[in-house]
């Protein structure tokens, strides 16, 4: 006969001293028996009685135990007044699914009619699946005598790591798509933008462009048969070849741009759909302009909705008008009549791939202005286009062994422009300050420092050296730069004697040994450690670092000596007294960021730099000991954000020199500056760059390297913080018969006739 419930509260105590009397735990099957192997994973069921130290473990091998007080009928005996004969039933479940799957197989507990019942927590069960973890009493767990019953079948490794990344994964699907949900309410896609930005027009500082702004009107073709049917293809092969699978972000590019920067540690891909560069171009005011992650993701989520909104075709007929391709050119209409005089629809496969090609950097790889650069681009195209299955390979080995031939007109407006060394540099800073393709996508006007007068007179001086001595003396390049130090600004930058011939510029990307006038920065750091210039050093030879240099002949000479006459075995026990680390320290704090490498031969310029970082680097003796970041941009305007259209003051300011933080930093002493100048105008007045005089009390330091591969002068006139930097030699770094005189005669010659 079933005996009734018992009372919770006013039993406990009779239940607590029969469980003490009986308390016993037995089994029909003999579990301490069971041998496992070594980390052999099975559920566990942990049996522990009110009052017992611990509990009793049983592990699961079969798939039905029973529980209860009979030792006749149950698997797992427990001797408690609280549970029934046959309390309750363990068992596998075989038959549960996921998805339409069987899925791992898992153990329930059922209660089988007993008085006192099963709960968890308070509240009572009739069944349950167990998960590891699950605590079950068997009777109320008010009561003193009830028995718990724990579950423990933790999952393996790698299970655990599949549960949480679904959870984690919903979880961020869920917040992504709330967030997604907010943020579409912030824009409208519909309608769109009749019109494309401007171009970006680039003035000297009196506020004349550099190249005429154009002023055809644009034209937008109605339907994607109306362009060549290369373009497509070779635009989707260049840029963004899963096009048509995405929904407009990329995952796979997206994962593959982050491997490869966080692989390199720059950002070298961009990982940008077709649909997220329309995007920051159609709704530039809600992406922004600041290259951060920020601008990413709010490009995102206009390149999602415009996905939702438009077809595909509709999307990629808007990219072929609307991306820009420089020389203030948009679409690919504009630029086919533009570079080839005549319409898109009649392009062929290499003038299609050409104009693909240009989209990376529109306005250094068009094939006017660097024609390899163009080839190379265009090849590349194609070979993606040929691996992509968009043409045979026959078809692209043609297009490859084509000429393009551009049309007149182009290459007359492109070559007619002022400053083209420059004017590149310009594109250069304007991408470092803004940031990959946005610094190419137009409405902006920025403002540089450049003196057309200047400009112009460094341009004739250095064809005029390179002509005259550089023929006798076997120098075929060169390149000179002039910064006013007390901004910063480059007033005329030369990088080279024909853009048409060669467009790399070696003001600011040749990486050149500087000689003699790298001893700047060990003469610079040993006057900051209080070393008097007047003090004296040996010139006998000199061993260091297993190396001999030669000596000065007999004697000794101080600072004023040694700068004048550049004697590197004074220079070198200068460094010496000071330390090498110092040199270098001294070198980037005034504004050298090139490698540079602590050893002897650093001391005569064995490291390579750039003629802009040594002319910066002078500029801060000229500037009282003030460093100033080069730069050739003053300002950068948006000019599709004016109050007045036609008044450029109006527009709203994206960047000012003036407030940029590399700027108006002290990193010398005034009377440090004051010294080195001194020094320096000593080696014009009557030491190694007496050529350079021109009656200004300028100051300034030779250079030459072995077998006068480099010919170096570096120097300015401190009444007016006016610095110049001149560089003369091969690009293939072939020898010279010249000597860094040479270099100071041009220097000059130059500011002879700009510096008033």
Same mark, same amino acid.
């Given at each position: 006969m079933t005996q009734p419930p018992l009372p919770p509260r006013r039993s406990q105590t009779v239940l607590g001293n029969l469980s003490q009397a009986v308390k016993t735990t037995l089994t029909r099957i003999n579990f301490s028996k069971l041998k496992l192997k070594p980390n052999a994973r099975v559920p566990e069921l942990f049996v522990q009685d009110a009052d017992a130290p611990k509990a009793q473990v049983f592990p699961l091998l079969g798939d039905r135990y029973s529980i209860g007080r009979s030792?006749?009928?149950?698997?797992?005996?427990?001797?408690?007044? !609280?549970?029934? &004969?046959?309390?309750?039933?363990?068992?596998?479940?075989? *038959?549960?699914?996921?998805? %339409? +799957?069987?899925?791992? $197989?898992?153990?329930?507990?059922?209660?089988?009619?007993?008085?006192?019942?099963?709960?968890?927590?308070?509240?009572?069960?009739?069944?349950?699946?167990?998960?590891?973890?699950?605590?079950?009493?068997?009777?109320?767990?008010?009561?003193?005598?009830? !028995?718990?019953? &724990?579950?423990?079948?933790?999952?393996?490794?790698?299970? *655990?790591?599949?549960?949480? %990344? +679904?959870?984690?994964? $919903?979880?961020?699907?869920?917040?992504?798509?709330?967030?997604i949900g907010i943020e579409w309410q912030r824009f409208s896609v519909y309608p769109l933008p009749e019109s494309v930005q401007g171009p970006v027009v680039i003035n000297s500082r009196d506020g004349q462009p550099l190249r005429t702004p154009r002023t055809d009107r644009h034209v937008e073709l109605q339907s994607l048969s109306d362009f060549s049917s290369f373009l497509p293809d070779a635009v989707m092969a260049s840029e963004d070849s899963r096009f048509f699978w995405h929904l407009g972000v990329d995952p796979i590019g997206t994962a593959r741009a982050l491997f490869t920067n966080v692989r390199g540690g720059e950002i070298r891909e961009g990982g940008s759909t077709l649909t997220q560069q329309l995007a920051r171009s159609v709704l530039p005011d809600y992406v922004g302009r600041q290259d951060s992650a920020g601008r990413k993701i709010r490009e995102a989520f206009v390149a999602l909705k415009l996905e939702t909104v438009y077809s595909k075709d509709f999307l990629l007929r808007l990219y072929l008008n609307r991306v820009y391709l420089g020389s203030g050119i948009y679409g690919f209409e504009d630029a086919s009549q533009f570079y080839f005089g005549k319409s898109s629809k009649d392009l062929n496969l290499s003038e299609a791939a050409t104009l693909v090609g240009i989209l990376p950097a529109p306005n250094s790889f068009n094939p006017v202005t660097n024609y390899k650069a163009a080839v190379e681009y265009r090849d590349r195209v194609l070979e993606r286009m040929a691996q992509q299955g968009m043409v045979s390979q026959e078809e692209a080995d043609r297009a490859r062994r084509s000429r393009i031939e551009i049309s007149p007109r182009a290459r007359q407006e492109l070559q007619s422009a002022i400053a083209p060394y420059f004017y590149s540099a310009v594109f250069d800073e304007l991408e470092s300050l803004l940031g990959g393709s946005l610094a190419s996508e137009g409405n902006f006007i920025v403002e540089t420092g450049l003196d057309r007068r200047m400009q112009s007179r460094a341009e004739a001086s250095l064809r005029n050296s390179v002509e005259t001595n550089g023929a006798s003396a076997g120098y075929s390049q060169g390149a000179m730069v002039t910064i006013n130090a007390k901004t910063g600004e480059v007033l005329a930058m030369v990088g080279g004697t024909d853009y048409r011939e060669s467009q790399f510029n070696r003001a600011t990307q040749a990486l050149r040994q500087p000689g003699s006038t790298f001893k700047i920065f060990a003469y610079t750091a040993a006057i900051e450690q209080n070393i008097s210039p007047g003090t004296a050093y040996s010139c006998a030879p000199?061993?260091?670092?297993?190396?001999?240099?030669?000596?000065?002949?007999?004697?000794?000479?101080?600072?004023?000596?040694?700068?004048?006459?550049?004697?590197?075995?004074?220079?070198?026990?200068?460094?010496?007294?000071?330390?090498l680390d110092k040199v270098v320290q001294m070198a980037q704090r005034l504004g050298v960021k090139s490698k540079l490498n602590p050893v002897p031969g650093l001391v005569l310029g064995q490291s390579e730099v750039t003629p802009l970082e040594m002319t910066s680097a002078f500029g801060v003796l000229a500037n009282d000991g003030v460093r100033n970041r080069p730069h050739t941009i003053k300002r950068i305007l948006d000019s599709g954000d004016c109050k007045d259209r036609k008044d450029i003051n109006t527009c709203r300011v994206i960047y000012q020199a003036d407030q940029d933080g590399e700027n108006n930093q002290r990193v010398l002493q005034p009377e440090v500056a004051a010294t080195m100048t001194t020094l320096f105008q000593g080696v014009v007045r009557s030491g190694t760059g007496r050529a350079a005089a021109i009656g200004l009390g300028e100051a300034g330091k030779t250079g030459t390297t072995n077998d006068n591969k480099d010919l170096w002068f570096v120097g300015y006139v401190p009444s007016q913080a006016i610095v110049t930097g001149v560089w003369l030699g091969n690009d293939n770094n072939a020898p010279t018969d010249g000597n860094s005189g040479l270099a100071a005669k041009l220097w000059g010659d130059y500011m002879r006739q700009v510096v008033r």
């Open positions: 030792s006749k009928s149950c698997d797992i005996v427990v001797r408690n007044p !609280v549970v029934s &004969q046959v309390h309750a039933v363990v068992k596998r479940d075989r *038959k549960r699914k996921f998805l %339409g +799957l069987p899925t791992r $197989s898992r153990f329930m507990i059922r209660d089988e009619g007993s008085t006192n019942g099963l709960y968890r927590g308070k509240r009572k069960l009739k069944s349950k699946i167990l998960y590891n973890g699950d605590v079950i009493s068997l009777g109320p767990p008010e009561l003193a005598a009830s !028995v718990r019953v &724990q579950y423990k079948d933790p999952l393996p490794w790698y299970l *655990k790591a599949v549960r949480y %990344g +679904l959870f984690g994964i $919903s979880g961020v699907t869920a917040l992504t798509a709330a967030v000199l061993n260091w670092g297993g190396q001999t240099y030669a000596g000065c002949g007999g004697g000794s000479a101080d600072f004023y000596t040694g700068v004048a006459q550049s004697l590197n075995v004074i220079a070198l026990r200068v460094a010496q007294d000071v330390g």
